[in-house]
Each structure stands twice: as structure tokens, then as C-alpha cells.
């Protein structure tokens, strides 16, 4: 389980820290929360040892610890840690370096991302000492989360305001997952390259390094889907909690597809499975003779996706790619078409950074209904707008929205 630190500090806004500590609770974190003294003017720690079921922090020299030093080792923990609401007072101490109770010292040890959302009268916020210290945290690598506009306690009206907790939330999970929008859903992923056997020590395969399948299947259990990757070989560790079934040729690939067809929502092939395999395959080691050159006779392979697209019900979810080097728009549309799937993921092999052996990716998404082409990013970052993609589609189809 990931941990979140919280650091709350004097600010009026103080109370809807209580409801951003158990929303990222509700979300799948451990929440650790350290009050600054003036917030403990604002709000009660029981409210918040109440909500996460963790001591909350306030004094440095608090004599009930266990044998650690409590501020460091909440920082060292710590997968994420959010300011929030910031008042003038700690975003000018980190700013300046001083550390003088728990709250400062803790941030001070922290090196996981650091997002601080500043809360306080509108006239404060613009103050210039206050900007130019939200410029340098900003310059050493803190996100700044923007206040929004609106009636202030005080009674003045402008910027200055928390944004609403579901919105803090959300910037905390670009960071370290994702909300669990795919809870329940049965996603079969297909990933990496088949190899076709030759004889018993040669085999037919390509370069896929199955990059891109497990940064989806990665992606699909952050946000709470029970994944089965079937994956060819590749030098990959399975992400955590992904239930990886290893197989060697396209017809195992199809196999343990096939077996799992009805029990899956959501199918995403990104396997660069073979489109021929040798007609025969030699028992025995295929020897050199004076003279001769032996030539392999190919058969088709079968087709996983289309097969899987041919009997599936209307409810299933099928996402297919595209790898091309010509007319890459056209030859993914006919796919989508031919194969009957929701969703061609195209990405071209000229461009520079994509396919199979980067990390990174350019990708355009062809659905009956248009195309849309995404930015050019990590393959972790481009799965996650691939699910929401299809997660939206999927609401659409239910008329449920996420
Ligand atoms: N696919 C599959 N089973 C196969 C071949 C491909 O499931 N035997 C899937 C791939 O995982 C991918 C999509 O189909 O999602 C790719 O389609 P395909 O027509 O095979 O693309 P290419 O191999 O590029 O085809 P072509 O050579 O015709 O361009």
C-alpha cells in the first residue's frame, strides 16, 4: 500500500483536510497526517487519527514514539507528500530552509514528490514575498497546486481558496496511481513476441520487448482491475498483483486466450504475435549438409484478436494495435473493421521513440466514431489514456458515467 503525508497547517481551510485525509484513505493509501501547531487551532488531530487509523503527528518532541525518529522516517515512508492547505507561514519556511517543528522538518527530509496547495486571504496569496517563495519551491521541484477563486472566509473575493478535495486528489494520484475507476473489471492483456519453433533449438520471432503490454497491464491494476497477462518471452518482471501466464508460440498465445474468452470485459492484444510459423517443425536438429540450403515452409498462424472479435459479446471490450510503416491510419482502420474491435491502438515504426523497443510512444487511437491522437509519452503515461479511453466508452455504452 503507498503512502500519503498529509501536512496540514493554520488556515481556515484546515477542516477540509479531514475530508482530503479519507478521501485518499477511500482511494487505497495509508495516510500519515502532521498538523502544524496553528492548525491544530482549525481542527482536532482525533478528527484525522479517527479518519486514517494513524497517530497524527504535531510536535517534534512528542516523548510517545516508536524507537524511530519519527520525522524522518514519515518522510522516508512517504510516496507522496501534499501541503495542503498551505498557509504563507510553512511555503515561506520550506522556501527559506528553516525546520523548526515537525511539519518543516519532515518536508525538509522528503524526497518523494512534494505538491503544496496554498490557502489563505487573496492579498496574502498576491503578496510578492509569498510569490517569489512559491517560485523558488516551484524552481527546486514542488508542485504549486493553483488556489482557486472565490468568496474567502475573510469575506474578500479572489484567489486564494482550497480547491475542491476532489480536485487536490486527483493531482495526488497523477503521481502515485490511480482511482480505482476499473474496480472488478477482468482485463486479458497479450503481450510481448511468440517465437516459432524450427527445430528444437531454433525458433522465428521479433523484436518485440513487450513494453508496451506491461505498462497497460501495469496500468490496468493501479486502477483496481484483475489482469491476466499472456506474454511470449521477454526480460520483464510482471507488475505487482498482474497474474502473468508465460507462453512461447502463437498457438499457446491462443490457447490460453481462448480458455479465458468468456470471462474477460476488457481484451487489449498487444502482442506481436507471428503471422506464420514453419509448416513443420523437426524433431531432431536441423544439420548443415555440403551443398544444400534448406528452405522453411510457412503456415498461417491464427489470428488471436480476430478470432476472439468474430464470437464476442456486445458487452466485451476489445482493443487491438497497430504496428505499420505505410499509410498508417488506413491500414488500422481496416484492422479495426476486420478484426471487429472497439479500438485500434496505430502507432507507426518510422517515428522516432515509438514501437517496440523504446520506452516511449506515439500512438493514434482509431475507433469507428473518429480518431484521436495522443501526445507523445511514456508507454506507463499512454496506457493510462488508453483505459480512460475505454473506461469512458464503456460508461458511455452503460450510460453510467465514472
Ligand atoms: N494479432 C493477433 N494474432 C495474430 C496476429 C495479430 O492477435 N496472429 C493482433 C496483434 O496483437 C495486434 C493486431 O492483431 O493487436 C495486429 O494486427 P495484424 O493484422 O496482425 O497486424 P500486422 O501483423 O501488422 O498485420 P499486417 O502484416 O497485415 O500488417
Known amino acids: 500500500m503507498k503512502n500519503v503525508l498529509l501536512i496540514v497547517t493554520g488556515s481556515i481551510a484546515a477542516y477540509k483536510a479531514a475530508d482530503l485525509a479519507h478521501g485518499f484513505r477511500k482511494a487505497g493509501f495509508n495516510v500519515n497526517v502532521i498538523m502544524t501547531r496553528n492548525a491544530a487551532f482549525f481542527i482536532n488531530p ?21 524507537f524511530e525518529v519519527e520525522h524522518i522516517s514519515l518522510a522516508k515512508a512517504a510516496d507522496l507528500c501534499m501541503v495542503a492547505p498551505a498557509s504563507a507561514d510553512i511555503i515561506g519556511k520550506i522556501a527559506n530552509g528553516i525546520a523548526d517543528d515537525m511539519a518543516s522538518t519532515t518536508i ?38 493553483e488556489p482557486a477563486r472565490g468568496l474567502l472566509a475573510c469575506g474578500d473575493e479572489g484567489k486564494g481558496k482550497l480547491p475542491p478535495v476532489e480536485e487536490l486528489i486527483e493531482c495526488g494520484l497523477r503521481h502515485i496511481g490511480h482511482i480505482k475507476d476499473m474496480a472488478g473489471k477482468r482485463v486479458l492483456i497479450t503481450a510481448g513476441p511468440t ?44 507488475p505487482l498483483g498482474v497474474d502473468r501466464v508465460d507462453v512461447f508460440s502463437a498457438s499457446e498465445m491462443a490457447e ?5 474468452q468468456k470471462d474477460t470485459d476488457i481484451f487489449i492484444f498487444a502482442a506481436a504475435v ?18 544444400e540450403t534448406p528452405v522453411i515452409h510457412l503456415e498461417r498462424t491464427v489470428d488471436i484478436l480476430e478470432t476472439v472479435g468474430l464470437k464476442r459479446t456486445e458487452k466485451q471490450y476489445i482493443c487491438g494495435f497497430a504496428m505499420e510503416t505505410e499509410d498508417l491510419i488506413e491500414n488500422a482502420a481496416k484492422k479495426l473493421k476486420k478484426k471487429n474491435a472497439d479500438m485500434i491502438c ?16 506515439r500512438i493514434t487511437l482509431i475507433k469507428k466514431d473518429g480518431n484521436r491522437e495522443l501526445p507523445f509519452l511514456s508507454k506507463r503515461e ?9 473506461v469512458s466508452d464503456i460508461s458511455q455504452r452503460t450510460g453510467v458515467s465514472s
Do not use: W
Open 382 to 390: 499512454l496506457s493510462d489514456l488508453i483505459f480512460d479511453e475505454i
Open 195 to 238: 517465437a516459432e519453433r524450427i527445430d528444437p533449438v531454433r525458433f522465428i520471432t521479433n523484436h518485440s520487448s513487450g513494453k508496451m503490454g506491461y505498462a497497460l497491464a501495469d496500468a490496468a491494476a493501479d486502477r483496481g482491475a484483475y489482469v491476466t497477462l499472456v506474454s511470449g518471452r521477454t526480460a520483464l518482471k510482471a
Open 346 to 361: 496505430a502507432n507507426s515504426l518510422r517515428d522516432e521513440g515509438a514501437g517496440f523497443i523504446s520506452d516511449t510512444n
Open 46 to 66: 482525533i478528527t484525522f487519527e479517527t479518519l486514517t487509523g494513524n497517530k497524527c503527528v504535531m510536535d517534534t518532541f512528542d516523548r510517545d514514539f516508536d
Open 108 to 145: 525538509m527530509a522528503v524526497k518523494c514528490p512534494k505538491l503544496i496547495a496554498p490557502a489563505m486571504n487573496t492579498a496574502m496569496y498576491e503578496n510578492p514575498i509569498v510569490q517569489d517563495n512559491m517560485k523558488k519551491l516551484k524552481s527546486y521541484g514542488y508542485e504549486i497546486i
Open 274 to 291: 507471428a503471422d506464420f510459423r514453419p509448416a513443420e517443425i523437426s524433431k531432431s536438429k536441423i544439420k548443415k549438409k555440403d551443398g
Open 256 to 260: 490460453e486466450v481462448f480458455k479465458r
